[in-house]
T-cell receptor, first 112, second 113 residues
Framework: DQQVKQNSPSLSVQEGRISILNCDYT??????FLWYKKYPAEGPTFLIS?????DKNEDGRFTVFLNKSAKHLSLHIVPSQPGDSAVYFC???????????FGGGTRLMVKP | DAEITQSPRHKITETGRQVTLACHQT?????MFWYRQDLGHGLRLIHY???????NKGEVSDGYSVSRSNTEDLPLTLESAASSQTSVYFC????????????FGQGTRLTVV
């Protein structure tokens, strides 16, 4: 049973508009959440993270929102750029603090 | 610059053969992980290590083994390769603790024929 789920396998957005990627989790022991970005033939790279004691973290065009009661987080990209086209993975770490559990990924396509 | 490297980048092997994928990191991280990426499944944890001589099974460990004899290396061995093990394999490393990111290698594409 997947503890971290990304229910949208793909998302297509026009350049300049907002991209919203969603992630749900089931394990209430998860305390830290991360988003990774992956281009073809490359390893995932860290994008942004959020601790469970916060509900929002912003870094430039990227903002992650956490709704702990709903066990839901989302990644907002504003404005979206063609170079943002990649697969985005949501990941979580439990309060033992070491192991990443990943969602299935969402492929984002930003059209010029 | 510190880095994490995997070798080979591509490997084709026959069913039943033993295969070892290498992972080497120069971050001096205690934690190292092996994941496999398959369509529809995202990244699934195979094995992980929290330090030298420490190894643990992940979600999909059957048919795989690892050993950790030093900080820098965590080789992944497929004891008897099966077609179901055709996948892209990623190694990662991180510092201990919750608020740290993991750094990934570029991946090894393994095909078992």
């Amino acid at each position: 049973d997947q503890q971290v789920k990304q229910n949208s396998p793909s998302l297509s957005v026009q350049e300049g508009r907002i991209s919203i990627l969603n992630c749900d989790y089931t394990n209430s022991m998860f305390d830290y959440f991360l988003w990774y970005k992956k281009y073809p033939a490359e390893g995932p790279t860290f994008l942004i993270s959020i601790s469970s004691i916060k509900d929002k973290n912003e870094d430039g065009r990227f903002t992650v929102f956490l709704n702990k009661s709903a066990k839901h987080l989302s990644l907002h990209i504003v404005p979206s750029q063609p170079g943002d086209s990649a697969v985005y993975f949501c990941a979580a770490i439990d309060n033992a603090g070491n192991m990443l559990t990943f969602g299935g990924g969402t492929r984002l396509m930003v059209k010029p | 610059d510190a880095e994490i490297t995997q070798s080979p980048r591509h490997k084709i092997t026959e069913t039943g053969r033993q295969v070892t994928l290498a992972c080497h990191q120069t971050w001096n991280h205690n934690n190292m992980f092996w994941y496999r990426q398959d369509l529809g499944h995202g990244l699934r944890l195979i094995h992980y290590s929290y330090g030298v001589q420490d190894t643990n099974k992940g979600e999909v460990s059957d048919g795989y083994s690892v050993s950790r004899s030093n900080t820098e290396d965590l080789p992944l061995t497929l004891e008897s390769a099966a077609s179901s093990q055709t996948s892209v394999y990623f190694c990662a490393s991180s510092d201990p603790g919750m608020d740290t990111e993991a750094f990934f290698g570029q991946g090894t594409r393994l095909t078992v024929v």
